[in-house]
T-cell receptor
Framework: AQRVTQPEKLLSVFKGAPVELKCNYSYSGSPELFWYVQYSRQRLQLLLR??SRESIKGFTADLNKGETSFHLKKPFAQEEDSAMYYC???????????FGGGTRLMVKP | DTAVSQTPKYLVTQMGNDKSIKCEQNLGHDTMYWYKQDSKKFLKIMFSYNNKELIINETVPNRFSPKSPDKAHLNLHINSLELGDSAVYFCASFSGNYLHFGNGTRLTVT
């Protein structure tokens, strides 16, 4: 089964500090990976996907096949970045997304 | 226009009751899901339907019964509610490896 692991349940940083949310996946050829974000009491929404190689709200994520990682990074965290972040990948059958356990990012003023 | 809409947004009920949560999507997707987000924020899939047909049932107690009258709707009915059912339930539709989530229904069982 495809696995996604987010080793940190909580990450607390000060405003302006760099942030890195870790995501590791079980090896499987060329995976497709996503980061979803959930702001307080809102719906989960797609933040970015590795295929598009874009930067959204200052966040980037690079797929590292050697380390089987897809860490989410931002050089200068803002208070409005405080949220739950989920790393996800499609299942083998491609008919669902499997999520990591989530990391709560708290950005302190 | 809300792509995936769930009702109600909040649901507070007593143990033993039966309740339903409704979900509708206007994206024309064939596949819909129910996810459960527990108090620790773990997000776990419960069910998936493709064009009104059940394709995934992730060892959910049979007190939970999804119903899909058409491919735009996937409702969740829960019998004999228990305290442990308290959670946020998210409906989602799926296309091209991309999930569109509803706003969630916060269920509190007292």
């Amino acid at each position: 089964a495809q696995r996604v692991t987010q080793p940190e349940k909580l990450l607390s940083v000060f405003k302006g500090a760099p942030v890195e949310l870790k995501c590791n996946y079980s090896y499987s050829g060329s995976p497709e990976l996503f980061w979803y974000v959930q702001y307080s009491r809102q719906r989960l929404q797609l933040l970015l996907r590795h295929i598009s190689r874009e930067s959204i709200k200052g966040f980037t994520a690079d797929l590292n096949k050697g380390e089987t990682s897809f860490h989410l990074k931002k050089p200068f965290a803002q208070e409005e970045d405080s949220a739950m972040y989920y790393c996800a990948r499609p299942s083998n059958a491609g008919n669902m997304l499997t999520f990591g356990g989530g990391t709560r990012l708290m950005v302190k003023p | 226009d809300t792509a995936v809409s769930q009702t109600p947004k909040y649901l507070v009920t007593q143990m033993g009751n039966d309740k339903s949560i409704k979900c509708e999507q206007n994206l024309g997707h064939d596949t819909m899901y129910w996810y459960k987000q527990d108090s620790k924020k773990f997000l776990k899939i419960m069910f998936s339907y493709n064009n009104k047909e059940l394709i995934i049932n992730e060892t959910v107690p049979n007190r939970f019964s999804p119903k899909s009258p058409d491919k735009a709707h996937l409702n969740l009915h829960i019998n004999s509610l228990e305290l442990g059912d308290s959670a946020v339930y998210f409906c989602a539709s799926f296309s091209g490896n991309y999930l569109h989530f509803g706003n969630g229904t916060r269920l509190t069982v007292t």
